[in-house]
């Protein structure tokens, strides 16, 4: 069984930094490929970032490219989302999750295992 635990999150203002970690413990962690996804009240989980286990290729949604990074550790076994500029926009719940099977980066779908989230507010 994998686990995935998630920290970092918090309250900042409009404009700030976070900066989550993704603990995995998976003896194959170079193997899986990572993603990032938030959910915000009342709204659908959404893919916020992703890395690729075989080269590194990294994704963004037009709503975050050029403020969020992802990256991943494969030494520690952790996965990164540096989060800058940050707007109450991106308040949401942020989940990691990893994934051996090939098929879009982006889905939820095809994701085997998932963290429990964790809380980003971003005030005004």
């Known amino acids: 069984q994998v686990q995935l635990v998630e920290s970092g999150g918090g309250l900042v203002q409009a404009g700030g930094s976070l900066r989550l970690s993704c603990a995995v413990s998976a003896r194959t962690f170079s193997g899986y490929t990572s993603g990032w996804f938030r959910q915000a009240p009342g709204k659908e989980r959404e893919f916020v970032a992703g890395?690729?286990?075989?080269?590194?290729?990294?994704y963004y949604p037009d709503s975050v490219k050029g403020r969020f990074t992802i990256s991943r550790d494969n030494a520690k076994n952790t996965v990164y989302l540096q989060m800058n500029s940050l707007k109450p926009e991106d308040t949401a719940v942020y989940y990691c999750?990893?994934?051996?099977?090939?098929?879009?980066?982006?889905?939820?779908?095809?994701?085997?295992?998932w963290g429990q989230g964790t809380q980003v507010t971003v005030s005004s």
């Open positions: 999750a990893v994934r051996r099977a090939v098929g879009p980066i982006w889905s939820t779908r095809g994701y085997d295992y």
């Open positions: 890395i690729r286990w075989n080269d590194s290729s990294k």
